[in-house]
């Protein structure tokens, strides 16, 4: 059955990759969606099979290679948490094939489009699916390059090309701390194997590795190295430029990725690896600052983007702060409920967010929407329920797993607690106002769509920057009031309106509803995205917590924090409900009560409106340290070490040398006899002129 589950995703990639234009668009569609849907079932079936087990089940499927005492096999570790991410991972990926179907259904590059989709799904598989670390770094590594694909699958935009180099480029980064702790770990326990690894973490708790000319507490080392790599795949703080930018890729795309896959597999290695952690109480400490750091940071920027796909961007990056910060504070079994809860709902803000931008004709400004909700009723009511459970109203999927994690902030003891709790209750605002400034820009309000077609997409000559300024569309969606758009430093704006296909149509029509094959996956999701939490609440973190999740996770024997939780304060048990209806309050009042009192906050605020604006300028700091000194570098060692030194001196310099002489001799090859007579008389004339400088050879016997 396991082996099914993970390579049915990678037939279909082959098929649909390799034969694809033999078998056309259509036939695509149905095999990689068929074939994930299959995945999905058989992956539900385990779900209500493997909990409760007293061990994990280890499938074998080959031995991949030996290197000295280096042992690698290509196993299936299957425990609850492996049956936890395949469920997410095949269901929303499904539903993403089955979304696709329509909406790239004027793109004529489907096969390979699917095919990306597909290969995407059988990296992820891997990795969680994975029974030791070299296999997990092969579906990590995987699950990048797939994403590398498809966030540039349309490679005709510069902006996408840029955003894929950008991805993968981020999480190198990442990566390569995330390699070196892989590396530690294998000298300190001479395995990679989870069972050689994780049962004898409380062995050397107390070991130390020298390094960098200091002794370190070497599984303190080996997880921050670990925990490197899942900022750069989860977009923590100072690893997160890339998501924003991701945007550039198809909107099923950044559903996927965003949603339950990608940036979720940072949350799983730690979760996976949490016996290490749990002997490793300052890797928590820094993971916990991490992720409420993240929360906060993101939730500021997501307060004032236009592009309703940014938003849910920058959401994705808060709401994993917040995973972080329940991991750091040793509740791991809320980290996952909320990774679970996380995936339906994210993934219906995404494919709802496609279902407007399918409406508009590829507008993704909210600056040009307003009053869609009469238009396309049902994508308005998905959306809905995918805010309400964004914001953790009472009773929908997120309100009783992002409830867990501040309440077990809260009632840590660790170190940084008390940042991560003030940051996760402030974020719950801030959350709040940002998902309902985004539904009332889009479904409410005037109609600030109509007659903006031309200015838009008259051809394919208009950049965005010139179309936006052609609008006069006021930013923030204030009527009659343009607040500005920031400026760099050369005087562009910053945030244009943004356009997401390569496709530009007038799109000065009457907005229509998707088609069926696009809104049947938004009801599964807006049902997983109510009573998710509900069905599955006492599993993931209520009284069958420990039958559940059985030895999957690593809760040591001090860690008593999800009992701990349910001895919190009232106050600190409604905050999130008092700060997610302060948020309701706020955008109401700015968006539908006092429509220009944002551009009047922004015009009183302006420094501070352009530094969220801008994303805290992180891009343009990025680029002053790193980018443009190694592109400095880079020239440098071109022009100089690789033209000057090697080539003048090496290769191309030898050579030229040669020319050179060739050149010299050819001359003296005249054709004239009288030439040659002039040159062997020099040459009579020079052997006698030695001879009578030099003298005779004496012979001697």
């Known amino acids: 059955m396991y082996h099914a589950i993970v390579f049915f995703p990678l037939i279909g990639a082959l098929l649909a990759g390799l034969f694809g234009r033999q078998l056309g668009p259509r036939v695509c569609e149905y095999i990689t969606t068929g074939f994930l849907a299959f995945s999905a079932l058989l992956s539900w079936g385990a779900f209500f099979e493997v909990p409760g087990s007293d061990h994990a089940t280890r499938v074998q499927v080959a031995t991949w290679f030996t290197a000295g005492d280096l042992v690698v096999d290509w196993a299936f570790r299957i425990d609850t948490l492996t049956v936890v991410m395949l469920v997410v991972v095949t269901t929303v990926s499904t539903l993403v094939h089955l979304y696709s179907v329509g909406y790239m259904e004027e793109d004529p590059h489907r096969p390979r489009f699917f095919a990306y989709l597909s290969l995407f799904t059988f990296a992820m598989l891997m990795l969680v699916t994975s029974d030791n670390l070299v296999q997990m770094f092969f579906g990590w590594e995987g699950v990048g390059l797939a994403s590398y694909l498809l966030i540039g699958f349309w490679y005709e935009k510069p902006s996408a090309n840029a955003a894929a180099m950008k991805a993968f480029i981020v999480n190198r980064v990442g990566d390569f701390g995330f390699s070196l702790g892989i590396f530690l770990v294998f000298v300190l326990f001479g395995s990679v194997a989870f069972d050689g690894i994780l049962p004898r973490a409380n062995e050397l708790k107390d070991a130390t590795f020298h390094f960098l000319g200091y002794d370190w507490n070497a599984m303190t080392l080996a997880c921050l190295l670990l925990f490197m790599g899942a900022m750069g795949k989860s977009a923590q703080f100072l690893l997160h430029t890339w998501l924003p930018d991701a945007m550039e890729g198809p909107t099923p795309v950044s559903a996927l990725i965003h949603a339950a896959t990608m940036v979720t597999a940072g949350v799983f290695m730690v979760a996976r690896l949490s016996p290490l952690f749990e002997v490793a109480p300052n890797a928590l400490i820094v993971v916990t600052v991490i992720g409420g750091i993240t929360a906060f940071f993101a939730a500021t920027i997501g307060m004032v983007q236009n592009d309703i796909k940014r938003v849910i961007a920058y959401s994705t990056c808060s709401q994993l702060g917040y995973m972080f910060v329940a991991l750091g504070v040793g509740a791991y079994s809320a980290a996952v409920f909320h990774l679970f809860t996380h995936a339906f709902f994210k993934a219906l803000l995404f494919l709802g967010a496609g279902s407007v931008i399918h409406a508009m004709h590829h507008e993704q400004d909210m600056r040009n929407m307003g009053a869609l909700r009469r238009y396309i009723p049902f994508t308005s009511a998905m959306m809905t329920i995918g805010t309400l459970a964004l914001i953790g109203f009472p009773f929908t999927a997120g309100y009783y797993s992002k409830d867990a994690i501040i309440?077990?902030?809260?009632?840590?003891?660790?170190?940084?607690?008390?940042?991560?709790?003030?940051?996760?209750?402030?974020?719950?605002?801030?959350?709040?106002?940002?998902?309902?400034?985004?539904?009332?820009?889009?479904?409410?309000?005037?109609?600030?769509?109509?007659?903006?077609?031309?200015?838009?997409?008259?051809?394919?000559?208009?950049?965005?920057?010139?179309?936006?300024?052609?609008?006069?569309?006021?930013?923030?969606?204030?009527?009659?009031?343009?607040?500005?758009?920031?400026?760099?430093?050369?005087?562009?704006?910053?945030?244009?309106?943004?356009?997401?296909?390569?496709?530009?149509?007038?799109?000065?029509?009457?907005?229509?509803?998707?088609?069926?094959?696009?809104?049947?996956?938004?009801?599964?999701?807006?049902?997983?995205?109510?009573?998710?939490?509900?069905?599955?609440?006492?599993?993931?973190?209520?009284?069958?917590?420990?039958?559940?999740?059985?030895?999957?996770?690593?809760?040591?024997?001090?860690?008593?924090?999800?009992?701990?939780?349910?001895?919190?304060?009232?106050?600190?048990?409604?905050?999130?409900?008092?700060?997610?209806?302060?948020?309701?309050?706020?955008?109401?009042?700015?968006?539908?009560?006092?429509?220009?009192?944002?551009?009047?906050?922004?015009?009183?605020?302006?420094?501070?409106?352009?530094?969220?604006?801008?994303?805290?300028?992180?891009?343009?700091?990025?680029?002053?340290?790193?980018?443009?000194?190694?592109?400095?570098?880079?020239?440098?060692?071109?022009?100089?070490?690789?033209?000057?030194?090697?080539?003048?001196?090496?290769?191309?310099?030898?050579?030229t040398r040669v020319l050179d002489v060739t050149r010299g001799v050819v001359r003296l090859q005249t054709g004239y006899v009288y030439h040659y007579a002039f040159v062997m008389l020099i040459g009579v004339a020079g052997l006698i002129s030695w001879y009578m400088l030099t003298g005779m050879p004496k012979v001697t016997h």
Do not use: C
């Not at 003891?413 to 959350?431: E, K, S, W, Y």
């Open 407 to 655: 309440e077990a902030a809260y009632a840590s003891t660790r170190p940084g607690h008390t940042l991560a709790f003030l940051a996760t209750v402030i974020a719950a605002l801030m959350t709040s106002f940002y998902s309902w400034r985004l539904f009332f820009m889009t479904f409410e309000g005037p109609a600030r769509w109509a007659g903006h077609g031309a200015a838009h997409h008259d051809g394919h000559h208009a950049t965005p920057a010139v179309a936006h300024a052609s609008s006069a569309v006021q930013a923030d969606g204030a009527p009659g009031h343009h607040e500005g758009v920031a400026h760099d430093d050369k005087g562009h704006d910053v945030e244009p309106a943004s356009h997401s296909a390569i496709e530009h149509h007038d799109h000065a029509h009457t907005p229509h509803e998707s088609p069926l094959v696009m809104t049947i996956p938004l009801a599964i999701l807006a049902f997983g995205a109510l009573f998710a939490g509900l069905i599955f609440k006492n599993r993931f973190i209520g009284d069958g917590m420990e039958t559940f999740w059985g030895h999957a996770l690593g809760h040591g024997p001090d860690n008593h924090i999800m009992h701990d939780i349910h001895s919190v304060p009232a106050l600190v048990t409604y905050s999130p409900f008092i700060m997610l209806m302060t948020g309701f309050v706020l955008a109401f009042w700015m968006y539908i009560r006092r429509p220009e009192l944002p551009g009047q906050l922004a015009a009183q605020q302006p420094s501070l409106y352009r530094f969220l604006l801008n994303k805290w300028y992180f891009d343009e700091l990025y680029d002053r340290i790193f980018v443009r000194p190694a592109k400095g570098f880079g020239k440098f060692l071109w022009k100089e070490g690789d033209g000057r030194v090697i080539d003048g001196l090496g290769p191309d310099g030898i050579a």
